[in-house]
């Protein structure tokens, strides 16, 4: 057994997190569910949504047979919204493939869509007892701290290493539980202890032999991403309003928010009338600018300028790829958090304020 590995399992006991709502048995889908939402997301979070989409798709068949618009309404405000795409994808692919039953080996695992290495190797973990070794940020986080490895994580080299290293501080058996104690032992550890900032050494079982905490280096390691500038991008979104309702068109797929539902988006040098003239034959009777937004995805910023317009001239819908809405309804849809706070702030929070339309530029 390396080092690593009996200090974890018995920490583990007292301290680790027992009662998270997909530890009650070790369901497969349960368990995929829950590893594709902790996926760049904190625990205290992802429990609402995991309830909610374990109680309306408790299986692979229902989330495999449900229309993907339910499912990205379900993750509506989650983010990443490819984990849901495919999340059906992957379900869909068991149903046909797999009799809706999860293959057990990491290796198989890690061939359906969504599911990395690191993903694979927890669900072979935690739902069939396989020794398998996870590199989730956490885990980095505390073999660079631990082990003293000096180089950025996602860089190849470093990777590979850190890797080596978490295959060789595996139990060395699996048996009784101990696979699946240390596995969640090291996510809780990064989780409470083994922080980003300001870890608590003190109480960690691993202090006497952790090279950044008797070097004093916790607060380097590990090595931070070298620095690029994050781009910035910007957009203009048309709430258009007619009989208080609104129009969502559908995000090309792939792309960003792509699936979800949104107000149309224009280039900040195009001119609104014109485009709605153009693009849908409409006449605009008032426009209101309203402040723009800045929203951060994880490779660039986005600053939007959204813009009410009232339109005069009837419109219908003839395209199921758009969609008129009352703002009520429009919130439940699977539309982006950017949009949603946007129709909170605007269309929702100001008393139904007349949706805006009395205010002119
Ligand atoms: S001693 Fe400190 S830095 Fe080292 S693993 Fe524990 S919490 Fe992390």
Redesign the pocket.
């Known amino acids: 057994m390396s080092s690593l590995a009996q200090p974890l399992i018995d920490w583990h006991k007292i301290h680790g997190r027992h009662h998270l709502p997909w530890q009650r048995n070790a369901d497969p889908y349960a368990i995929w569910l829950s590893e594709i939402m902790l996926q760049q997301t904190q625990v205290s979070t992802v429990i609402p949504y995991y309830l909610r989409f374990m109680q309306e798709f408790p299986g692979v068949d229902h989330l495999a047979q449900a229309p993907l618009d339910s499912v990205l309404a379900l993750w509506s405000g989650l983010g990443y919204y490819s984990r849901a795409r495919n999340l059906h994808r992957t379900a869909q692919i068991l149903r046909q493939d797999h009799r809706s039953q999860f293959p057990s080996k990491r290796i198989d695992l890690e061939k359906l869509p969504g599911i990395g290495r690191s993903t694979a190797a927890a669900i072979a973990v935690f739902a069939f007892g396989r020794r398998e070794a996870i590199l989730d940020g956490n885990v980095k ?2 073999l660079a ?2 082990f003293g490895i000096t180089g950025y994580p996602a860089e190849k080299s470093t990777q590979n290493k850190l890797w080596q290293l978490s295959e060789q501080s595996l139990p060395t058996h699996a048996d009784q539980g101990r696979i699946q104690s240390y596995t969640q032992a090291l996510m809780d ?1 990064g989780a409470t ?3 980003r900032r300001n ?3 003190t ?5 006497s032999d ?4 008797k070097n004093n280096l ?1 607060h380097l ?1 590990p090595a931070p991403k070298p620095r690029k500038p994050m781009p910035e991008k910007e957009a203009i979104l048309l709430f258009l309003v007619q009989q208080q309702k609104l129009l969502l068109r559908k995000r090309p797929s792939p792309g960003i928010w792509g699936g979800l539902w949104c107000p149309p988006e224009i280039a900040v040098d195009t001119n609104a009338l014109t485009y709605c003239q153009q693009q849908f034959g409409m006449r605009i009777q008032s426009t209101l600018k309203l402040p723009a937004m800045d929203h951060q995805f994880t490779h660039y910023k986005l600053r939007i300028y959204p813009m009410i317009l009232h339109v005069t001239t009837p419109t219908t819908s003839s395209d199921d790829q758009q969609v008129w809405l009352e703002p009520s309804m429009a919130i439940h849809q699977g539309i982006p958090a950017p949009v949603k706070k946007l129709l909170n702030q605007n269309f929702i929070v100001a008393d139904n304020h007349a949706m805006q339309m009395d205010s002119h530029e």
Do not use: E, K
């Open positions: 986080r505390i701290r631990y550890l202890v083994c922080l870890p608590v050494c109480t960690c079982p691993l202090h952790c090279t950044a905490h916790t390691l």
